[in-house]
Every structure is written in C-alpha cells, then in structure tokens.
Nanobody, 125 residues
Framework: VQLVESGGGLVQAGGSLRLSCAASGPSFSSSPLAWFRQAPGKEREFVAAVRWSGVNTYYEDSVKGRFTISRDNAEQMVYLQMNRLKSEDTAVYYC???????????????????WGQGTQVTVSS
C-alpha cells in the first residue's frame, strides 16, 4: 500500500481543514487506516483510526467531537475532517495503513506498516 496525503495548510483557530490520503495497492479495502500527527519535539501520536468497513471509528480523546475519519474504498481514499481547530493541533499529519487490526493497540504507530510522507497543518491563534 502506498499513501499520499494532501490538504494541509495554515488556518486560524476555530477553522476547519479536510485532509485526504490517496492509497494504492490491492489490499486497501481490507486494511485498517489511521491518522497520526507529530509536533516538533514530540513523539508521533494517534489521532484517529477506521476499520475496513468504515463503520467502526476510533479517536484520541482531545479530537473527539471535532475530527471525523472516513474512508471510500471504491476510490481508495481516507479523509480526516478537522473542525474547531486549536493551536495545539499544529503538527505534521500522517496517513497510515496496517495489514491487521490490533484491538486495544490500534493507537500504536508500531502497528502500522505503511506511511505517507505527511502534510503540515498549522493553526494560528
């Protein structure tokens, strides 16, 4: 699976952005997908994940109610709609795919085999 993110940019606090991730590869529709982010000087952290059907979604506590992850298996795309952005959301955002679903451990970057190059999101206060 190859992943390419887009949609990052500069936005004011309270604004919205929609990140997109285009995937290629035969196993996309069965792969769990996730978004992670990494701020300068910090470790990469989990943001959201979605299982193969798109029905089951999971979020880091600080983004619940503000971010929405979704996928389109026919178009081989995964999205992250980010609303009510805060300055602390500033980071490089990465799309990731895994070969398996790890219940209870889906938030660990080590569970994901494939990564995009990242897209910068900057929220000005």
């Amino acid at each position: 699976v190859q992943l390419v993110e887009s949609g990052g940019g500069l936005v004011q606090a309270g604004g919205s952005l929609r990140l997109s991730c285009a995937a290629s590869g035969p196993s996309f529709s069965s792969s769990p997908l996730a978004w992670f982010r990494q701020a300068p000087g910090k470790e990469r952290e989990f943001v959201a994940a979605v299982r193969w059907s798109g029905v089951n979604t999971y979020y880091e506590d600080s983004v619940k109610g503000r971010f929405t992850i979704s996928r389109d298996n026919a178009e081989q795309m995964v999205y992250l709609q980010m609303n009510r952005l805060k300055s602390e959301d500033t980071a490089v955002y990465y799309c990731a795919a895994s070969e398996y679903w790890y219940p209870g451990n889906y938030f660990s970057p080590r569970r994901y085999n494939y990564w995009g190059q990242g897209t910068q999101v900057t929220v000005s206060s």
